[in-house]
C-alpha cells in the first residue's frame, strides 16, 4: 500500500443464503437401523430431524443454490463475484475443487474459485481467507464463501454414533465493504493434526485408494471417536470464548449472539451453560437439521438473522471446531444483511407423496 492510498475498508457480510434439500429423515426412520430408540436419539443428541440430499444431488449442488441466495440478498449479479470458496469435507470428487463447480453451477464466471479443507470448522477458515483476500486486492470487492456437505453418501445407517448426527445442508455468505466499525475482526484459528484420526471417511484417498477390501471395510463411510470428539469440544468451546473475549476486554453480556458449530444441541446447551452464555444467546439449530458440517456455522448466523436475533450494530461471536482437529473464532459486527433461506415445504400427510411439495423461499432482513 503506498503511503497516499486509502486504507482498506472493513470486510463484512452482505448478504446470506441457506439451502436445505428435499429429502427428511426423522428419529422414528433411523432408530431401528442404528440400534436405539426416537427417544434415546432426542435424549443422547437433541437431534429431530435431518435433511438428506437426493441421489442425483451432489455438494456442488447444494452449494450452488445457497450461493445464489447469498447473492441475490446481497443486491448484487453473480459475475460481480471476485472470489468463490466452498468449504467442505464431501465433496463431488477429490478434484477439481467442488468450488469450480460451484461456479459453472452459479455463471460466477469472472470469480477465482477454490476449496478450504478444514472440516466442520471451514467455513470460517474460508472467510478468513475471503476477508484477507478482499483487504489486500484492492480490485476485488465480493467474495462468495460457502459451507456445504452432503454426509448422507457417507454414513453407515447402523452406526449409531455418526448416523443420527450427520445431515446435509449447505450456507452461503456474500462478503464486502463494510462501514467503519462493522465486520470481522480478530480472527484466530487453530489446528492440531494429531487428533486428525478422530474424525475422517478413511477411503478413497491416496492412502487407501478405493478397493473391493476398502469397500468391504466400510472404509469409505465415516469413522468417529465419539469419546474423544466430545473431550475436544468441551475443551476447546469455552477455550475459545474465554481467549476471545479476554483479547478483546469483553464480558459475555457483551456479545449478543453466540455462534457456533452445531454437533450436538444437547451438548451445547450444557456447555452454553457451564461458559454462563444466557440461553437465549446461544443460537441452537441443530435440532432442526442435525450436524451439517461446515455448513453448521453460517446455517446458525443465517437463522438467527431470519428470526430477528442479531440487531444491527449487534457483536457476534463465532466459536467453530471440526475433524484435523480445527476450531477457530472471529467477532462479527452485524450490518442487518438480508438473508434468503430455501428450503422444502411439509406437505399435508394425505399428499406427502405429492410432488406439489416444492421448495419455499424465506427473505428476511434484521
Known amino acids: 500500500m503506498s503511503p497516499h492510498s486509502s486504507p482498506a475498508p472493513p470486510i463484512g457480510i452482505l448478504g446470506m443464503g441457506t439451502y436445505l434439500p428435499r429429502g427428511t429423515r426423522s428419529n422414528d426412520d433411523i432408530a431401528a437401523a442404528a440400534g436405539v430408540t426416537p427417544e434415546w436419539i432426542a435424549q443422547r443428541t437433541g437431534v ?12 456442488s449442488d447444494l452449494a450452488a443454490a445457497a450461493v445464489r441466495a447469498a447473492v441475490a440478498a446481497a443486491g448484487i449479479d453473480i459475475d460481480q463475484l471476485d472470489v468463490l470458496i466452498a468449504a467442505t469435507s464431501t465433496p463431488d470428487e477429490l478434484g477439481p475443487s467442488t468450488a469450480c463447480r460451484i461456479q459453472a453451477l452459479t455463471g460466477a464466471r469472472h470469480a477465482v474459485a477454490l476449496d478450504v479443507s478444514a472440516a466442520c ?5 474460508a472467510a478468513r481467507v475471503a476477508h484477507d483476500w478482499l483487504r489486500g486486492n484492492g480490485g476485488a470487492r465480493y467474495a462468495a464463501v460457502v459451507g456445504v456437505e452432503a454426509y448422507s453418501k457417507f454414513l453407515d ?27 470481522f475482526a480478530d480472527f484466530r484459528l487453530g489446528s492440531d ?5 478422530h474424525v475422517l471417511i478413511p477411503g478413497g484417498g491416496s492412502r487407501l485408494p478405493a478397493s473391493p477390501a476398502t469397500l468391504g471395510e466400510h472404509r469409505h463411510h465415516i469413522h468417529m471417536d465419539g469419546r474423544a470428539v466430545r473431550d475436544f469440544i468441551v475443551e476447546i468451546f469455552p477455550r475459545l470464548v474465554r481467549e476471545c473475549l479476554a483479547g478483546n ?8 449472539a453466540f455462534i457456533t458449530h452445531q454437533p450436538n444441541p444437547v451438548l451445547l446447551r450444557s456447555l452454553g451453560e ?18 451439517i458440517g461446515a455448513a453448521s456455522a453460517p446455517y446458525a448466523l443465517a437463522g438467527a438473522a ?32 438480508p438473508t434468503i433461506r430455501i428450503a422444502p415445504t411439509r406437505a399435508p400427510r394425505a399428499a406427502a407423496s405429492s410432488p406439489a411439495s416444492v421448495a419455499t423461499l ?3 432482513s434484521s
Open 157 to 183: 445407517p447402523t452406526d449409531r454414533g455418526t448416523a443420527v448426527l450427520f445431515a446435509d445442508g449447505a450456507a452461503a455468505a456474500v462478503l464486502g465493504p463494510v462501514p467503519d466499525g462493522a465486520g
Open 274 to 291: 457451564q461458559i454462563g452464555i444466557p440461553r437465549e444467546r446461544l443460537v441452537i439449530v441443530g435440532d432442526e437439521v442435525g450436524n
Open 249 to 256: 476486554g469483553l464480558r459475555i453480556e457483551d456479545v449478543d
Open 306 to 337: 431470519a428470526r430477528g436475533l442479531l440487531p444491527r450494530g449487534g457483536r457476534i461471536m463465532l466459536a467453530v471446531f471440526g475433524a484435523g482437529v480445527t476450531w477457530g473464532s472471529a467477532l462479527l459486527t452485524w450490518t442487518g444483511a
Open 193 to 197: 493434526g494429531t487428533g486428525a484420526h
Open 362 to 364: 424465506q427473505r428476511s
Open 48 to 59: 429431530h430431524t435431518r435433511h438428506v440430499a437426493a441421489a442425483d444431488e451432489a455438494a
Open 121 to 125: 470448522a471451514g467455513w470460517l477458515f
